[in-house]
Nanobody
C-alpha cells in the first residue's frame, strides 16, 4: 500500500516536498516513481529512483527543478519540487515496480498510491 501526501497550493516559484509512505511489502525491493495527471490529460512520468538512490531518471519537463529520493529505513520516497510553475499543477501519484526499466510507461508499475493534489498559482 502506498500513501502519498504533501500536496497543496503554492505560488509560482515556490517549493513543495511530496512524500509517499509504503507499507505491507519489502520497500527496498521496489523501484519507485512519481507520475502526475492534469485535468483532461493523460498520466505522465515525472521521476523514478532505483532501490538505493544510485540511479534517478527525470522527465525533461521537471529536470533540474525536481529531485526524487528515498529512505528505505522509513519506507518512504520523496519528490522535492522547486521553482514550481503553473503547468506543474496536477494530481501527483507515487508508484512502485519490480525492475528499473520502461520507467516512463504507466502500465509497467504494479503499485499505485491514491494521489495528492498540487496547485501552482501564477
Amino acid at each position: 500500500q502506498l500513501q502519498a501526501s504533501g500536496g497543496g497550493l503554492v505560488q509560482a516559484g515556490g517549493s513543495l516536498r511530496l512524500s509517499c509512505a509504503a507499507s505491507g511489502r519489502i520497500f527496498s525491493d521496489y523501484k519507485m516513481g512519481w507520475f502526475r495527471q492534469a485535468p483532461g490529460k493523460e498520466r505522465e512520468f515525472a521521476a523514478a529512483v532505483s532501490w538505493n538512490n544510485d540511479n534517478t531518471v527525470y522527465a525533461d519537463s521537471v529536470k533540474g527543478r525536481f529531485a526524487i529520493s528515498r529512505d528505505n529505513t522509513k519506507n518512504t520516497v520523496y519528490l522535492q519540487m522547486n521553482s514550481l510553475k503553473p503547468e506543474d499543477t496536477a494530481t501527483y501519484y507515487c508508484a512502485g515496480k519490480h525492475y528499473f526499466v520502461y520507467l516512463f510507461d504507466v502500465s509497467t508499475y504494479a503499485y499505485w498510491g491514491q494521489g495528492t493534489q498540487v496547485t501552482v498559482s501564477s
